[in-house]
């Protein structure tokens, strides 16, 4: 740190990412990106933008607001793309909490919350999950602050039943509830709080292209909800980023959603492996949670998650941990491909001796 760092942001703890390496033939399995590439048609549209990118990309990307907004069956004025969920999670908090209103999420939930409450000066009210990492939801009885939700959850990849949720809508009324569905499209359906967006004026649901649609590269997000706190969100973000979204970006999304057959096929071949890495895991001894996202969360009474983590990654094979309380004995581990989950067990066999 610098002697010129402001002040007010010494105590800023940035987000720790999962680790990006670039070594030949690693299987990594450590950021829930998707093993398979982007849709077929994605190449050939982002290389149609190539001549307008001496042009400002569309300040309301307009294409792609309008196929997601196709795809989730809501009006176009109900969506707001970001450059990745991240920012559409950073507008919202910038928009609807301050040093008055906290932002209340669970303890074992994406780590990036605490650190956006940090940069932007908003209290965090952290509510732990229950012993089995469920959510309490009466915790969040008429709180009388910003909620935000990850369902299904991450690290945890456990899912909370629509009705759960659409409780917690109901008893805040007066204040957002921000519900962050990165991994819904693999938790099968009726998993999503999408159909409630219509019935409440505080509810939002924040989406990413990273998971399901292969383009965590492309920085691409979008969140529904009523117009109201649409227009909240875009007072913010024409406040410090109004062309947030670049043409190349807007085009892979576009095309992305464009082809639901390849979607429905990816997402169907990522349920499978998972169901097969769960199985292998469990026959191994360790406890996995019952996963509704392309990640497993698994830990064995025996085996110390950080040593295995080690073991592995001296195998070339990335898988996540983390340090925090309650989950230290844990690993996340991604779906990858049948091969790479094949060179993943291997390595894990030679780990645990
Ligand atoms: C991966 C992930 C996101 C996606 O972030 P992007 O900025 O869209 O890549 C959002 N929320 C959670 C809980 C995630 O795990």
Known sequence: MSRFFTPTLAALEPYTPGEQLAVPGLVKLNANENPYPPAPGVAAAV?????????????????????????CGVPPQWVLCGNGSDENLLLAIRAFCDQNTP??????????????????GVPAHVLPLREDF????AAYDAL??????????APT?????????????????????IVDEAYVDFAGPGASCLPLVAKYENLMVVRTFSKSRSLAGARLGFCVAQPGLIADMNRVKFS?????????????????????????????????????TTAGLRQRGFTVLDSA??????????????????????QNVLVRHFTAPR???????????????????????AAMG
């Open 47 to 71: 290389a149609g933008t190539i001549e307008g990118l001496r042009l400002y990309s569309d300040l309301t990307e307009a294409k792609l607001t309008a196929a997601i907004a196709a795809r």
């Open 103 to 120: 932002l209340a999420f669970a303890d074992i939930t994406y780590s990036f919350h605490p650190v956006l409450c940090n940069l932007l």
């Open 134 to 137: 469920t959510l309490d939801t």
């Open 144 to 153: 009388g602050e910003t909620i935000v939700l990850a369902n299904p959850n």
């Open 157 to 177: 990849s456990l899912l909370t039943p629509v009705g759960a949720i659409e409780r917690i809508v109901q008893r805040n009324p007066d204040h957002p509830v």
């Open 240 to 276: 410090y980023s109004p062309y947030n979204i670049n043409s190349m970006s807007e085009a892979a999304g576009a095309a992305a959603m464009a082809d639901e057959a390849y979607f429905q096929k990816t997402v169907a071949a990522i349920c499978r492996t998972r169901a097969e």
């Open 293 to 314: 996202t392309n990640f497993v969360f698994a830990a064995h009474p025996q085996h110390e998650a950080a040593a295995l983590c080690g073991a592995l990654r001296q």
């Open 327 to 349: 989950i230290q004995n844990w690993l996340r581990v991604t779906i990858g491909t049948p091969a790479q989950m094949q060179r993943f067990f291997a390595a894990l066999d």
